[in-house]
């Protein structure tokens, strides 16, 4: 089995002839990324070997849903991880990112009754066992697509590790945590007010109800007191619920309630006698001062029914149907059950008045069916215990977050959290290990089915609880129970804890602050050191993407038709740390340009390297005192680019946004557009020792560019690298480059800097004149300005750069001339013979026309105080900017046409 090299083991010097097969006139990542990507797979390169001596560094991934497909924010989370694997990976370390995927409980039980429905068949009709047969059935037909997909992204994980939260292990770990809880008494099972899918039939944990605001109402219903002295309103926005109504509360405090405590009420409809009640909980600002207490359908009521001891009476069923407790409702759906009781309260005069209503209604994560608070037998972990050590551990700093405006909501949560509901009324998911005995009632909670009842003895009465366990009850021993857990495993011990996890802020209670704790309990450490929140992908109106609004772009249809690598570049390159992304498919062609720009670019120096090329790298810095000026300075940009990439990959950094832009502004800026056309006139010229300095800085430039780039773009850098005299193996696999600080020059850094300027001031004169690049230029430079002998000493190059046909230096500034500054050096574009004055005349006049009314309409603008006093101040800025950009332009415009006009 090959594995994961040592890239030290490379930093040797070498000589290689050129390869024979130079790269193909453009590249084509349908040709490339399926091949590379195999290549690097069968070898073994993304597996980690628990028997080596290195450090290691480990990420598990957040497991996608077995019934998930590829979205953007995959796109955006694994590219991320993936990132760092290949970095670290590159930098010597014994790399494992751990995958798998989640069962997805709720999810892929609806995927499966959906499928079924088709045939007319419901999961009841074919039992419990039949109908698990079909989910094994779907996931082994269907569970590997977004394993396939991450794999067409780049994805490096180690596919031989791969795992599945029901898989045999990871079902031992479950139980193994579930009954080890339960042992310690965090595990316990009660009534409570629970958050209920009527359309799923279970409970859901508070996380996975979603609130989204509505516009409801406030019914406010007059209940009579039994002395026949009046009445008490209430309001409520569920007005169905009051059928379940066993008070009315008042607090204690208000007066206009104080001496109506104790007596009772007639509940509408029903005419059940209820009390009146004093509780601190009642708000006296909220409706009427008085509200109902229905203990069965309310989570505050249910705590004040307790206070109270008060009954409580459920008025529907698990289908949200209203049962026999709702009296004259009966079988009635819960909500058509609210329009007649309202038309009835109406009927019979006891309906006060309905105001309009704004209120946030929970809705099920996965069917969008309105939650029902509902009062049921459930499992719960006590969670107070188990958050001591994950809270401590983000306040010591032992666990850090970035970016870290996530701390603060993550330790609101922790200290403010509830008991979590663990059990779901599904088929699928990993069924509680709790067993009740049908002789006497004893329930007993153990790994494996007991042989007898551990009370009265019976062996042929005991029963397994239906229920089956919270989806993230698996998902929460994810970072140990993948690596061996409860078995004491050379993996568990080599690569436990983790190093870093990357996942989006949206689950940070579902799962990360679950993780930690879970950590602690049954690992006594913290799982990971780092957590990093991804960005958000919204679409060019800044909505997040969603198949429901139909923004989302299929990344797949997106990697067909840019490649992987493009798709890779532009998510990462828009995602600066902390800031959600603007997405579209066509930015894409960003990261297609700049991969092509590099193919192109690297292609040309193969071509030109010369049949008799040998490439000789020592281990030192073998450009740094070699080679022209040029190749000098490609040299210490390289390993500036080096020094910063590193930087802000460094552990806790994770600023990929602005390493990409180091290595991208170093590739396509300073290599590709300077250096290249810098080395043209030695890399044409005739043989000797400058252009084999040249030829051989080429290639080390552009080998240690693409190992910079590879953890980003890894197909193309790939296909590139192995092409390149000198390469050995897999680039995957070689070397992540070494900052040499000897080969930084950064005197000779600024004195390029200045040539790069120079050019840039002529280039701009060019275009102010809309002369031709073909055209050759005369400059003349003023004698007196600090840069005046930069034009000298650089003249060669400047002229090659800028199209030059002679620079002059001159004492005086020369009439007929166009004028540009380099800081305070006077550079004069000589203007005779290259300009037809009257029309250029004509054209830069009406330039100064437009700037004229432009600068007018935006000054009246700035003038009117009104405006200025109600308009954002971004936009009076914005103005102002503007302004100032056009007199300065309308400045430098007059200057010329006064030039022009001596033609």
């Known amino acids: 089995m090959t594995t994961q090299n040592s890239p030290q083991s490379e930093q040797t010097s070498r000589t290689r002839e050129v390869p024979q097969t130079p790269l193909d006139k453009a590249y084509s990542p349908a040709l490339v990324e399926d091949r590379r990507y195999q290549e690097w797979e069968s070898s073994g390169a993304f597996h980690a070997e628990e028997t080596t001596v290195r450090p290691t560094f480990t990420i598990v991934i957040p497991p996608p849903n077995v019934t998930g497909m590829l979205t953007m924010g995959h796109v955006l989370n694994n590219t991320l991880q993936d990132i760092l694997i290949r970095y670290h990976r590159m930098d010597g370390q014994e790399t494992l990112w751990l995958p798998g995927t989640d069962h997805a409980g709720i999810a892929t039980q609806n995927v499966v009754e959906k499928a079924l429905a088709k045939e007319k068949i419901n999961r009841h009709q074919l039992g419990r066992e039949k109908f698990l047969e079909h989910v094994w059935a779907w996931k082994e037909k269907y569970g590997g697509i977004i394993i396939d997909q991450l794999k067409r992204l780049g994805c490096s994980c180690d596919w031989q590790r791969e795992r599945f939260t029901m898989d045999e292990g990871l079902s031992r770990a479950v139980q193994e945590s579930f009954v080890k809880l339960y042992e310690q008494g965090l595990i316990y099972k009660g009534k409570y007010i629970i958050n209920w899918c009527p359309r799923c039939r279970t409970a859901l944990s508070d996380e996975e109800k979603i609130p989204e605001d509505t516009k409801g109402h406030l019914w406010y219903i007059k209940y009579p007191l039994k002395s026949g002295k009046g009445y008490v309103t209430v309001a409520t926005t569920r007005p169905e619920t009051m059928l379940g109504d066993t008070a009315v509360a008042v607090n204690p405090e208000d007066d206009r309630f104080r001496a109506l405590i104790g007596e009772k009420l007639i509940l509408p409809i029903l005419q059940r006698e209820i009390p009146i009640i004093a509780d601190d909980f009642v708000d006296p600002q909220f409706g009427t001062g008085a509200v109902k207490v229905t203990p069965a359908h309310d989570p505050n009521d249910f705590e004040m029914g307790r206070r109270h001891s008060l009954p409580q009476i459920i008025v529907m069923d698990e289908a949200g149907v209203m049962n026999d ?152 021993l994810w970072p140990f129970s993948t690596l061996g857990w409860p078995d004491e495993t050379l993996s568990l011990r080599k690569f436990y804890p983790t190093d870093t996890l990357i996942t989006g802020p949206d689950i940070i209670f579902f799962w990360v602050a679950r993780m930690v704790m879970a950590g602690y309990a049954f690992m006594g450490e913290c799982p990971f050191h780092d957590v990093y929140f991804t960005s958000i992908v919204r679409d060019m109106k800044g909505r997040k993407m969603s198949k429901s609004l139909g923004n989302s772009p299929d990344p797949l249809e997106i990697i067909a038709k840019y490649g992987a690598d493009a798709l890779r570049f532009t998510v990462i390159y828009l995602a600066p740390v902390g800031q959600d992304i603007r997405f579209s498919a ?208 650089h003249a060669a190059m400047i002229r090659n750069l800028a199209g030059v046909e002679r620079i002059e230096l001159v004492d005086a500034k020369p009439a007929k001339h166009l004028i540009g500054l380099m800081n305070e050096t006077e550079v004069c574009l000589n203007l005779e013979g290259l300009i037809d004055a009257p029309p250029e005349i004509a054209r830069i006049s009406a330039e100064i026309a437009k700037l004229e009314k432009e600068i007018e309409r935006i000054s009246v603008k700035l003038a009117d105080t009104g405006f200025v006093a109600k308009a954002p101040a971004e936009v009076v800025d914005g103005f102002r900017a503007s302004l100032d950009g056009y007199r300065i332009q309308n400045e430098k415009l007059g200057l010329y046409l006064a030039e022009l006009r001596k033609l």
Request: glycine share 6%; net charge neutral.
């Open 325 to 476: 407790a709702a009296g004259p409702y009966k079988g009635v759906e819960r909500f058509k059950c609210r329009e007649q009781l309202v038309l009835d309260l109406q009927e019979k005069g006891v309906l006060e008045k309905i105001e309009d209503h704004a209120l946030a209604v929970g809705h099920c994560e996965r069917c969008n069916t309105v939650i029902e608070p509902y009062l049921s037998d459930q499992w719960f972990v006590k969670m107070k215990p188990l958050a001591e050590k994950a809270i401590e551990a983000v306040k010591t700093g032992k666990l850090r977050f970035t970016p870290e405006r996530w701390v603060g909501v993550y330790l609101h949560w922790m200290e403010n959290i509830r008991d979590w509901c663990i059990s779901r009324q599904l088929w699928w998911g990993h069924r509680i290990p709790a067993y009740t005995c049908g002789a006497c009632s004893e329930v007993m909670v153990a790994k494996e089915h007991p042989k007898a009842c551990k009370k009265c003895g019976a062996t042929d009465r005991l029963t397994q609880d239906e229920d089956v366990l919270d989806t993230w009850f698996s998902s929460w």
């Open 586 to 793: 066509d930015k894409v062609e960003m990261g297609r340009n700049f991969a092509n720009k590099l193919w192109n670019a690297s292609r040309f120096v193969l071509m030109n390297l010369g049949e008799d090329f040998r490439l000789e790298i020592s281990p030192a810095c073998a450009s740094s005192g070699r080679g022209s000026t040029w190749d000098r300075w490609i040299v210490s940009r390289l390993h500036g680019a080096i020094e910063q990439t590193r930087k802000c990959l460094a552990d806790g950094q994770y600023r990929f946004n602005d390493a990409l832009k180091t290595v991208y502004d170093f590739i396509w800026d300073e290599f590709c557009d300077w250096y290249i056309e810098m080395s043209k006139p030695v890399l044409f010229g005739p043989d000797g020792p400058d252009k084999d300095a040249l030829r051989q800085t080429l290639v080390e430039v552009i080998d240690g560019a693409l190992r910079l780039l590879h953890p980003f773009m890894p197909f193309v850098t790939e296909e590139i690298w192995q092409k390149l005299p000198g390469s050995s193996g897999m680039l995957i696999n070689a070397a992540f480059p070494a900052f040499d600080g000897a080969c930084v020059n950064v005197p000779l850094e600024n004195e390029v800097r200045d040539v790069m300027e120079a050019v840039r001031v002529i280039r701009n004169l060019r275009a102010s004149a809309n002369i031709s690049p073909a055209k050759k230029l005369i400059i003349r430079v003023l004698n007196s300005g600090s840069h005046a002998g930069l034009f000298q000493e």
